[in-house]
């Protein structure tokens, strides 16, 4: 047992703790412990992701025997959902020290250190009811931080957010409660052996039990019906917090591919071909509907929080095929849209301090946009387009339909960016040259980062594909991970 | 027993979920308290209803009751309250600040 497993839960919850207890007012020292602890968190993230590619891994805490005591899991995809948040996490933290953002609340980086370790062990637990528990760790600081510098819209706009969170948060424990009853286990690894077992009466329950969870996922995923939340939130957020809530969709995602591989899998006579047949007119319906949304904005953050809408249909139609390569390209289309969405809300954040000011027709920031709108818009020569390449080569049985709908879906989005530029930086604006330039070079560096990550993965795309194909099989002949967590001591 | 638990449960979901779709804050918090109520019973219930028996395997007792999900509803009482607590204090915040209590938001709110 190896306790570097544990590690990014327990670093960043620690130094919140330390945080909120000796540094409140000291905001130097609060921004150096977040950054010390950003560090730690890439470190070991790469060492995590070294770990994963030799075989999943269990802790047990408390030495307690699984499925008896909670585990946490280490694989491919867990170490890679680790390594996304940490580089994430970096560019925000330079981001909003860079710009000042945290001098408006004390609180920022105690909140900010607790919604990682939330989004840490969301991706480690190997336990469904441990994993309730850290979706709400995480969604109480994102609560925190999504008011984070007040604001009347922003607080109506973070009411809808918690009520609608804590109405997922009901449905998931009922969704548990009714798996327990069935199963009687919580475990993963566990709850995969018992419900390939499952007697036939039990299938309906189950089946009902399964919705629900998918729902729950559904929400935090954003996927049509259940995206009302989203726009509003996103918009109305401060603009590092909605770059970081960037990540939030994708736990949804991830417990997805999570649960629609290991427990629900599809060749389990209760659960039989459920996902996909929920999963991918809910996934064409939200692509169209972020398409219709980018076009239909006037301002700028609503408009990325719809293209952040549209890619999670892009991503949940690859991850309801339900084949490895659809599951590895989604992974991919994954890692680039976290990376697009949050450099497009750090862009528009940058805007907004610039408004009216002769700085805000700056030509760098406009080619920033531009670069951020063409990953977005999934245009060669960023990430987007080779994502989106590769899922639409997984969805080749599904042609018609779906590379129609990805394709209109692209030109929309495309055509909305266009539109919000030339709006943006050609409109002959009268500038008042009395207003101050901010001083944001830190949020530029940020915003050069991201996009610098984004062309990384361009060009390391084979490497990374390689690998993310491995861990999508894994996923999908799940029994090296349940080997793994030892069930009832055996090995 | 099973009819009476069953029914309480309903009944506090299909209060809570009215409450939930009205337009001012306050009959949501309390249609998600509502729900919060019902899902708790509904975890306990999870395990089977074996009254009058220890959670604990015991030799003088006939049986056993199911002492994991007693710690399900723990934990969901725990979180719930706090999620609570947290609403109510935005809620409040966004009634002092924005005048009114209504849980929409305007399209036009993001500029």
Redesign the interface.
Same mark, same amino acid.
């Given at each position: 047992m190896n306790h570097l497993l544990i590690l990014p839960v327990l670093l960043p919850g620690l130094m919140a703790g330390l945080i909120v207890a000796f540094a409140r007012n000291r905001l130097h020292l609060q921004r150096v412990a977040a950054a010390l602890v950003v560090l730690a968190l890439l470190f070991m993230a790469g060492l995590l992701l070294v770990r994963a590619a030799a075989g999943p891994e269990a802790y047990f805490l408390g030495n307690w025997p699984a499925p008896f005591g909670i585990v946490l899991m280490l694989d491919r995809l867990s170490a890679l959902m680790l390594a996304l948040v940490a580089v994430l996490s970096g560019f925000v933290l330079i981001y909003v020290i860079g710009t000042g953002w945290d001098q408006r609340g004390k609180h920022f980086h105690a909140l900010f250190l607790f919604q990682l370790m939330g989004l840490n062990g969301a991706f480690l637990t190997g336990d469904a009811f441990n994993l309730f528990v850290f979706f709400e760790l995480l969604l109480i600081a994102s609560y925190g931080l999504m008011i984070h510098g007040g604001g009347a819209d922003r607080l109506r706009a973070g009411v809808q957010y918690v009520a609608f969170n804590l109405l997922g948060s009901t449905l998931f424990l009922f969704g548990l409660g009714l798996i327990y009853a069935v199963t009687g286990t919580l475990n993963m690894a566990d709850l995969a052996e018992r419900i390939a077992a499952l007697p036939a009466g039990d299938a309906g329950l189950l089946r009902v039990a399964a919705v629900m969870i998918l729902l729950v996922f559904a929400i935090k995923g954003a996927l049509v019906p259940l995206q009302f939340w989203l726009p509003g939130t996103y918009a109305n957020a401060p603009g590092p917090v909605a770059a970081l809530f960037a990540v939030m969709t994708k736990v949804g995602a991830y417990a997805v591919i999570r649960f629609s591989t290991l427990v629900f899998p599809p060749d389990s006579a209760a659960i039989g071909s459920l996902v996909t047949d929920l999963l991918t007119p809910a996934a064409l319906a939200t692509l169209a509907l972020g398409a219709v949304g980018v076009l239909g904005t006037h301002s700028l953050p609503r408009q990325v929080a719809f293209a952040a809408i549209g890619s999670m249909g892009l991503l949940f139609l690859a991850v309801a095929a339900g084949t490895p390569a659809a599951t590895a390209a989604a992974l991919y289309y994954l890692l680039h849209s976290t990376l697009a969405t949050a450099a497009l809300f750090l862009i528009a954040d940058l805007l907004a301090a610039r408004r009216g000011g002769a700085a805000a027709h700056s030509g760098l920031i406009a080619a920033l946009f531009m670069a951020g709108a063409v990953a977005m818009a999934g245009m060669p020569p960023l990430s987007g387009f080779v994502g989106k390449l590769l899922v639409m080569d997984a969805l080749r049985s599904q042609a018609v339909l779906a590379w129609s709908a990805i394709l209109l879906a692209s030109l929309a989005t495309m055509i909305g960016f266009a539109r919000m530029g030339s709006a943006l930086f050609w409109s002959p604006q009268e500038a008042d040259p009395a207003l101050p330039i901010p001083q944001d070079r830190g949020g530029i560096a940020a915003v050069l980062l991201c996009l610098a990550a984004l062309a990384a993965l361009t060009v390391f795309a084979g490497p990374v594909m390689a690998w993310l194909t491995v861990a999508a099989e894994n996923l999908h002949a799940p029994t090296a991970y349940i080997a793994a967590s030892a069930l009832r001591g055996g090995t | 027993m099973e009819a009476l638990i069953a029914a309480a449960i309903g009944l506090m979901t299909a209060g809570g979920i009215y409450l939930?779709l009205r337009r001012r $804050?306050f009959p @949501?918090?309390i249609g *998600?308290s509502l *729900?919060?109520y /019902? @899902?708790?019973l509904?975890?306990f219930v #999870?395990?089977?209803l074996a009254p009058g028996l220890p959670p604990i395997i015991s030799k003088t007792a006939a049986g056993y009751t199911d002492p994991?999900?007693q710690a399900?509803v723990l $934990? #969901?009482i725990v979180?719930?309250f706090?999620? $609570?607590a947290?609403?109510v204090l935005? /809620?409040l915040? /966004?009634y002092l600040?924005?005048?009114d209590a209504?849980?929409?938001?305007d399209d036009g709110? /993001?500029?």
């Open positions: - | 939930m $804050t @949501v918090i *998600l *729900l919060s /019902a @899902v708790n509904f975890l #999870a395990g089977r994991l999900p399900l $934990t #969901a979180i719930s706090g999620m $609570t947290v609403l935005m /809620a915040g /966004a600040t924005g005048g209504r849980i929409d938001l709110g /993001a500029e």
